[in-house]
């Protein structure tokens, strides 16, 4: 659990990890430098229980508190957790026993219940709604261009992986995305067990509200270099690659591809006015025109809410199969 200035939320997130079904656990408490009494608490509260065990980390910022507790954790498997949220009393237990039982699995994750107001945060709450679709490791993979598929404080995963494939990484990019991201390529499996085990809390301080790492451009950044990697391993490049969408902003978010040797031959657009147009010297073709599926290779990058579901019918219509013909990567 990486905690900074936490002191007003701390308890509460504390409290439930002592109240798990599980016995065998320890809460590895991780300061990043704060400015409050948060470390002093962390230090009271660990005499009440000797599980806690707080720590300073080594240097400034979350993938340094996060990598720290890595390091210091001795079980067989590694839950995290923040300072504002909650953990369901078997949510450990509930885990720990599905890695048991799953060998195949690496990472495993839970539904999570939104501790918010969804008017003000409706953004946020939709979010979570579209992550609890998200189950089995075939659907967590196939959408994982989208957005992150896992709620960062849901999940556990096996002790050796860092050691395996790395730990967290620093950059102009959400660290934990990038560490599913780069999991995934290498092969991990992840799935979610199927119960509401944790209330992930919209903190007006969260650093996706905070931190330009989480801004939307970084996401776009992260994952084209992971699409572009996944499209050499997986497509034959002689099948062209059409993004859906030709609006502006996508245009300029998918480009982001091209920076890392992948040919973007055109767009589809449903608005006919973009049909008469070409951008960069690529046509735009509407979904009736859609070639033979073997002949191309389709994006789906159009955010607007409820696009993703149409842009899957047609292409289901047309044909296509997802993760065969075309993927959804926004």
């Known amino acids: 659990m990486p905690v900074r200035n936490a002191s007003e939320t701390l308890e509460r997130a504390i409290a439930s990890i002592c109240s798990q079904t599980l016995s065998e656990w320890e809460l590895i408490a991780v300061d990043d430098f704060s400015e409050d009494h948060t470390f002093s608490l962390l230090e009271e509260l660990s005499k009440t229980n000797v599980r806690i065990r707080p720590v300073k980390s080594k240097s ?50 839970c539904l999570v219940r939104f501790g918010g107001d969804r008017l003000r945060s409706t953004g946020f709450a939709l979010h979570v709604d579209w992550l609890n679709t998200l189950l089995s490791h075939e659907q967590i993979s196939l959408n994982r261009f989208v957005e992150s598929p896992l709620a960062h404080p849901s999940v556990m995963f096996r002790r050796e992986l860092p050691g395996r494939f790395g730990g967290y990484r620093e950059g102009d990019f959400p660290e934990d995305y990038e560490l599913w991201l780069r999991w995934l390529e290498a092969g991990v499996r992840i799935a979610k067990v199927p119960r509401e085990l944790l209330i992930w809390h919209d903190s007006p301080n969260r650093l996706s509200r905070t931190d330009p790492r989480y801004r939307a451009e970084a996401f776009y950044k ?81 955010s607007k809410r409820g696009a993703r579901e149409l842009i899957r019918a047609r292409l289901a219509d047309a044909g296509y199969a997802e993760g065969r013909d075309f993927l959804m990567a926004a």
Not at 244 to 249: D, F, L, Q, T
Not at 264 to 286: A, C, H, S
Request: hydrophobic share 40%; net charge positive; charged share 25%.
């Open 222 to 302: 992260c994952k084209a270099e992971y699409i572009a990697r996944w499209l050499q391993a997986n497509v034959v490049m002689s099948r062209r690659i059409l993004i859906w969408g030709a609006g502006r902003e996508t245009r300029l978010r998918a480009e982001y591809l091209t920076k890392h040797g992948v040919e973007i031959n055109g767009y589809i657009d449903i608005d006919p006015k973009k049909q008469m147009r070409r951008f960069r010297n690529r046509p735009v073709i509407g979904p009736e025109a859609l070639p033979p599926s073997n002949d191309v290779f389709v994006l789906g990058y159009v």
């Open 60 to 109: 400034r910022g979350i993938v340094s508190a996060l990598n720290t507790g890595i390091e210091l954790a001795r079980g067989r498997f590694v839950a995290r957790m923040d300072a504002d949220d909650y953990s369901h009393p078997d949510r450990l237990e509930t885990q720990a026993e599905f890695l048991a039982a799953h060998p195949q699995i690496g990472v495993v994750a």
